[in-house]
């Protein structure tokens, strides 16, 4: 019956990301950690994101778009080795509670104050640097790093659009690469996460088709509000099983 779960979990996943942009990583975690354990969901989810990040990356017609994120490496390339290490000696039901808790701020902040367009940060290569880094260390620990550089991208969201979206999902893209490929060295990929991974990536595909064929009959602003409602759902069990 688990691996149900699973697949209507990534199919869902799939669907969100193709309607409404919404990060793969934030639904599928919300949602396995209620029955698998961290040191598991956390690689799979990796992986799944990297598929799909992988693939918005490869639609990208952006020129620019590497010499955009590139200032952001220099913090990743440290902050994604420490979060590596570090999620070897976090205890697991913490680590849960603290992802639970990013959930219910990050619903309600999508829910209720997203409209606020304001500009938390001035971009320079210090700043870059920091975000990198932050960035880095949240998507090695909990796969979540979307929010962070998307908040940092939005100061000239009104300039270019397109730019700030293909910078946001080639640079989850590398930052993917990097994070797994972390995993694979701690020993976390392992023969149980393989064997989850041929209904892991259909699902994902399907959702994915599945939410481009319905992209023009549904409205993707009243689902995306309905998934946040739904993580915001998922955070609130997890934080009270584990509090």
């Known amino acids: 019956m688990e691996i149900f779960y699973i697949i209507a979990i990534f199919i869902l996943s799939g669907l969100a990301l193709e309607l409404t942009g919404f990060g793969v ?19 799979l989810v990796a992986i799944a994101a990297l598929v799909t990040t992988g693939f918005l990356a490869w639609r990208i017609k952006e020129k620019k778009t590497w010499k955009r994120i590139k200032p952001l490496f220099i ?18 039901d913490l680590l849960k509670l603290s992802i639970a808790i990013f959930f219910v701020i990050y619903s309600i902040y999508g829910l209720f104050f997203s409209k606020f367009k304001t500009t938390l940060f001035n971009k320079n290569k210090i700043t870059s640097a920091i975000i990198g880094f932050f960035a880095g260390f ?17 100061s000239d969201i009104k300039k270019n659009t397109t730019g700030y979206k293909d910078a946001i999902a080639t640079y989850m893209f590398f930052t993917g690469i990097l994070t797994v490929s972390g995993h694979l060295l701690a020993g976390r990929i392992t023969r149980e996460l393989i064997l989850l991974l041929p209904y892991v990536i259909p699902s994902l595909i399907l959702g994915i088709f599945t939410g481009h064929k319905l992209f023009s009959k549904i409205n993707g602003a009243a689902l995306k509000k309905i998934i946040y409602y739904f993580v915001l759902f998922s955070g609130l069990i997890i934080f009270i099983k584990y509090l």
């Open 25 to 43: 990583a934030t639904v599928s975690m919300s949602l396995l950690l209620l029955f698998l354990d961290p040191l598991l969901t956390i690689p």
């Open 75 to 92: 913090g990743v390339i440290f902050g994604v080795p420490l979060g590596i290490i570090m999620l070897s000696h976090i205890n697991h």
């Open 138 to 154: 949240f998507n090695s620990t909990v796969n979540i790093d979307g929010p962070l550089v998307a908040l940092y991208e939005s």
